[in-house]
């Protein structure tokens, strides 16, 4: 069973920083992909930003120049670095993996638990 473990989330003033981590546990062969989504009440989840094993990285337009992600293969692990954060980027951040189990096997898609970000003064 292949499990994905978030931390970093909390509570930051505007214009503070946090930095997310989430690392793939169990049975993994390869990673394709990483990457983050939020989603905030009465909104879709949404993609913040993702990185690929060749470090292409993409990122949504209201995050780029404050957000940075970054990959760690070897420990199967993704970052976020979250710096300027605006009271709009509250939301509940939820990690993403798309993997394989096994070296002939699909590639499936894997959710972290979420992690909440709150932007307020």
């Known amino acids: 069973q292949v499990q994905l473990v978030e931390s970093g989330g909390g509570l930051v003033q505007p214009g503070g920083s946090l930095n997310l981590s989430c690392a793939a546990h169990?049975?993994?062969?390869?990673?394709?992909?990483m990457g983050w989504y939020r989603q905030a009440p009465g909104k879709e989840r949404a993609l913040v930003a993702h990185?690929?094993?060749?470090?292409?990285?993409n990122y949504a337009d209201s995050v780029k120049g404050r957000f940075t992600i970054s990959r760690d293969n070897a420990k199967n692990t993704v970052y976020l670095q979250m710096n300027s954060l605006k009271p709009e980027d509250t939301a509940l951040y939820y990690c993403n993996a798309d993997l394989k189990t096994i070296v002939r096997g699909p590639s499936y898609s894997y959710w972290g638990q979420g992690t909440q970000v709150t932007v307020s003064s």
């Open positions: 990185i690929i094993s060749g470090s292409i990285t």
């Open positions: 169990g049975r993994i062969f390869s990673v394709n992909a």
